[in-house]
């Protein structure tokens, strides 16, 4: 272990000795670690300088080891975490573990936050501390506008390396949270790839459950206990505290919102992909149908970039039935009078789509009239303002090649 490793530091015993016994490492992991100059450097200073109060161990699949300051993000190995319970150095002579809150850090955002304040550990340590449970959130998640977490209770004398604690783990884990919240699914597009609508159906429901998740936690009796002290330490950062779980209740309101909606298009995008190619034309109109009531109904997806993102997937879905019904291999081989008839289809088929979202935009106002908002009025209707080559760009290129091979077999069979 650690602490026969002769690293000449103590302080750095416990750090090696906690973090191999919880990754369950060799020492020679830890020495490979320590023995890089700038990693032993890192972890010196760490408890040299006051105003570095946070360390981080990351653990690949591998055990190797890597040193930081700042808190992981979109951690998927193990890490530990080490930070100071005050703005102070730590001497080498010092017993370490009374001065540092410590522990691992989950996959998920939030659970060492419940961790951190164990009832074990809180209860045992800060015992002068008021655990009254907090008031109930002032209404439930469907009906509030906005959620607040209700903060009236008195606490006597209030540790201070508790307050400041908290407000590192608020820190360190605020950015872990504005990323789940930032989270978008345009991203496979921007990464080049060609996503089907479900992508963008699966990435809602993960969404929803995650922020679920994380607002389930943050409004945890133990969690909300560390915002009341927070609030009766007078502590700077209690208000952000509280924006947070705000933000995090109107992200999961509207994230539950477009979840609900895109989960009724989801059969009709499983038929039309499952669908035989001469079958695709009767399950266009359903399907931009309710595209143009989802615009309509849900105010979460109301939105140009997000709509266009399904428009955009939409297309992606089209030109891969087009793909698989023209598979190269068959075209080569079929004679042209056989292989033009297919390419006329695909073309009727790009046709008949396209022209099926130009007719659904044109009637995009009359899809407001079938619904109302919360209050049970109506709905001022909100149109497609947007440009078509945005959603339509790569399905144009894709019908313009299609075009270009049909006249080519028409070239061909003129010729012969």
Not at 144 to 152: E, F
Not at 303 to 322: A, H, K, S, T
Request: charged share 25%.
């Amino acid at each position: 272990m650690a602490s026969e490793l002769e690293l000449d530091d103590k302080r750095a015993e416990f750090i090696a000795n906690y973090v191999l016994k919880s990754n369950k490492l060799k020492g020679d992991k830890w020495m490979k670690l320590w023995n890089t100059d700038d990693a032993k450097q890192l972890i010196v200073d760490f408890f040299d300088k006051p105003e570095i109060t946070e360390l981080y161990i990351l653990a690949s699949a591998a055990g190797t080891l890597q040193a930081q300051y700042e808190c992981p993000s979109g951690l998927k190995l193990k890490a530990c975490f080490f930070m100071k319970k005050e703005k102070t150095s730590i001497k080498k002579d010092v017993v370490v573990n009374k001065l540092l809150v410590y522990g691992d850090l989950s996959h998920s955002p939030l659970e060492h936050f419940s961790a951190f304040v164990d009832e074990e550990n809180f209860v045992g340590r800060f015992s002068s501390v008021d655990h009254r449970k907090f008031d109930k959130v002032s209404d439930s998640l469907s009906r509030s506008k906005s959620t607040t977490v209700g903060m009236h209770h008195n606490c006597s004398k209030i540790s201070k390396s508790l307050v400041y604690s908290i407000e590192s783990l608020v820190i360190a884990w605020s950015h872990q949270i504005h990323k789940a919240l930032l989270k978008d699914s345009a991203q496979p597009l921007l990464d080049g790839l060609h996503p089907s609508p479900l992508v963008e159906m699966d990435f809602w429901k993960a969404k929803t459950v995650n922020l679920e998740n994380i607002f389930d936690q943050l409004n945890s009796p133990k969690v909300r206990q560390m915002a009341q002290i927070l609030e009766n330490a007078n502590s700077c950062y209690f208000i952000p505290f509280k924006e947070m779980f705000k933000s995090v209740v109107t992200a999961l309101r509207e994230s539950q919102d477009i979840h609900a909606h895109l989960s009724v298009l989801r059969p009709h995008i499983e038929d039309m992909e499952q669908a035989e190619f001469d079958q695709l034309p009767l399950h266009i109109e359903p399907v931009f149908s309710l595209i143009c009531l989802i615009w309509a109904s849900s105010t979460g997806y109301r939105q140009p970039g997000r709509i266009l993102i399904l428009l955009q997937e939409l297309c992606n879905l089209v030109i891969d039935q087009c793909r698989n019904y023209l598979d190269p291999t068959e075209i080569l081989k079929a004679e042209p009078e056989e292989a033009i008839i297919k390419v006329q289809e695909t073309l009727r088929l790009l046709k008949t789509f396209k022209e099926a979202y130009e007719q659904h935009r044109t009637k995009l106002a009359g899809y407001f009239k079938e619904v109302n908002d919360y209050n049970g009025q109506q709905i001022e209707p909100v149109l497609w303002e947007f440009k078509t080559e945005l959603a339509f760009n790569r399905f144009d290129a894709f019908a313009k090649r299609i075009d270009a091979i049909h006249v080519s077999y028409l070239a061909s069979l003129v010729s012969g």
